[in-house]
């Protein structure tokens, strides 16, 4: 059986795609799906122009605002390969969801503005990505507008990020000036000439050899001669492109191009495709997992509640890690030990779901979830007993009350925050006493709560007040016997408990942690809670 799924599984590209907000990341993706063949025409971000929105925007928080505040997923076929793009939040308030879609991710793609560089905002979003040591391939965009020094670019990638830089191309101009990039391998030039088309941009390509006499009339004499400076510069003193440095997250190549106009998007394309793995052995408790000779597994990286608002569903993301998945076949949900079918797997296109029959190791699938599934969960073939490695959960970082404003709908108040904190996106804790009306949500950034209110009103029909709280740091009580009330100078934090009932302390500084452990000798905390 294992040779018949290899064809399948070799095929596969799953990929991540990161960048800061208004960087190109979304372009970027839609460009890759009109080359599939996926959508007819890109949607405008922003959604001003024509009342179009892009494609892996589904929300409605995110056509409002147009920025994507959750990751979604999107698959098609290219030049005999099948693809999976996981695209994730631009915003470093979203880099926990970003944080468990690269652990579903084979590489990722990090796109950089050519005007702003490596971002502050965004600096915590790229590590997350080097923290995997998944290859990490870099897309510098908007050449075609005024931008920084190329060098100064690749400078700041590996100052900032800690990663060595290949570039595969090279630019000529940029802005106004911008001529076409050079590629390294050919010694070709492709030439960059924006042009309409129907009312949106794309550029037209023509390529010249670097000796060619032509090339040096069409950008001129300054250009072409910085040109050659440059390319001698960097055959001298940036690194060669070593595969194995590639595979193992240490180097990443570089690539210039404006994904707004199409340019440089194809060839990027076809050398990631090149450069990338098909599925790998993943790691479980009981050692490695191959994803051809091993029978069907997966786990769950993510779960989204309502993205059918009329039916108020759920669905689980699963990357499938080894094997095939059949629908008409049992699996066994290892954490509660249940065998079952998977209800209505879907490939996912964004909000848009086509239910299929199967998939291969590689693939991202949505599942209907009961209410049964929580992130990092494993599924098996029946028989199987074994386990993915974790999903770590981030310490939140801010604190408010929730408080809903018609007492008439607690019901659907509760099962609303419940549903949206077993999403992973916030955290919520209950009074350590027995009040069991004040709810406390914990969320790693801000813009958390405002998603959380949207939700709320918009999909649970539940007005809410938000009420900040003066703390900033979470600690979990190791022994979890421990009786907080019989604790020492307390007064300064704030006593409350998980949904699975574990003693937790809020501190607004770590001046007030040190205090609580020096006066308390046997108490221990913790940062994080395995689950």
């Known amino acids: ?77 290219y030049d005999g390969y099948c693809i999976n793009i996981l695209d994730t939040p631009g915003h470093q308030d979203f880099s926990e969801d970003t944080y468990r879609t690269l652990m579903a991710a084979d590489s990722a793609v990090m796109v950089i503005d050519a005007s702003k560089g490596v971002e502050a905002q965004t600096i915590k979003l790229f590590k997350v990505c ?48 911008f001529k076409g990039v050079y590629d390294r ?12 088309v129907g009312g949106s941009k794309s550029a037209a390509e023509t390529a010249y050899d670097i000796n060619d006499s032509r090339l040096q009339e069409e950008i001129g004499e300054e250009l072409y001669q910085q040109l050659l400076d440059e390319v001698e510069l960097l055959d001298g003193a940036s690194d060669a492109l070593d595969q194995e440095l590639v595979d193992k997250g240490e180097l990443s190549p570089v690539f210039f191009g404006s994904a707004l106009t199409t340019f440089g998007i ?100 949505g599942i209907f979830d009961p209410g049964i599934f929580s992130i990092g969960d494993t599924l098996c073939a029946p028989g199987k007993k074994f386990e993915y490695e974790g999903i770590p959960t981030f310490a939140p970082e801010h604190f408010c009350r929730l408080v809903s404003l018609d007492s008439m709908k607690r019901k659907q108040f509760i099962k609303g925050v419940t549903q949206l904190a077993q999403e992973g996106a916030i955290q919520i804790f209950k009074d350590y006493s027995l009040d069991l009306s004040e709810i406390i949500v914990g969320v790693v950034g801000v813009l ?27 600690r979990w009580v190791k022994d979890p016997a421990t009786d907080l009330n019989k604790l020492k100078r307390v007064s300064d934090c704030k006593k409350v408990k998980d949904m699975k009932d574990n003693p937790l302390l809020l501190f607004a500084n770590e001046w007030s942690i040190r205090i609580v452990l020096e006066n308390n000798e046997s108490l221990e905390l913790e940062e994080f809670r395995k689950n």
């Open 1 to 77: 059986m294992a040779e018949e799924y290899q064809k399948e599984i070799e095929k596969r590209r799953t990929f991540a795609i990161i960048s800061h907000p208004d960087a190109g990341k979304t372009t970027l993706t839609e460009k890759f799906l009109l080359y599939g063949g996926a959508i007819n025409t890109a949607g405008s971000v922003k959604g001003k122009a024509n009342s179009k929105y892009a494609v892996s925007d589904w929300m409605g928080i995110e056509k409002e605002r147009g920025i994507s505040v959750t990751s979604s997923v999107l698959q098609f076929n």
């Open 130 to 177: 080097v923290m995997r040591h998944i290859p990490i391939f870099t897309f510098i965009n908007k050449m075609d507008l005024e931008a920084k020094d190329s060098f100064e670019l690749l400078d700041d990638i590996e100052t900032v990020l800690g990663i060595r830089t290949c570039p595969i191309n090279w630019p000529i101009g940029a802005g106004k000036r």
């Open 185 to 196: 391998e050919t010694k070709q030039v492709s030439m960059f000439q924006a042009v309409s």
């Open 266 to 365: 194809e060839t990027f394309l076809e050398h990631f495709l090149k450069m990338t793995l098909s599925p790998l052995p993943r790691l479980s408790n009981e050692g490695l997992i191959d994803p051809i000779t091993a029978p069907f597994s997966g786990f769950i990286f993510k779960i989204q509640a309502n993205m059918n608002k009329a039916h108020h569903d759920r669905i689980a993301f699963m990357r499938i890690c080894s094997g095939k998945f059949d629908a008409n076949k049992d699996v066994c949900h290892v954490q509660s030990g249940r065998k079952m079918k998977l209800s209505q797997p879907q490939q996912i296109m964004a909000q848009d779901r086509k239910v299929i029959d199967e998939a291969y190791a590689g693939d991202v699938i």
């Open 448 to 474: 958390q709560f405002d998603v959380l209110k949207y939700r709320l009103e918009s999909e649970y029909n539940c007005e809410v007040r938000l009420e900040p709280l003066p703390y900033n740091y979470i």
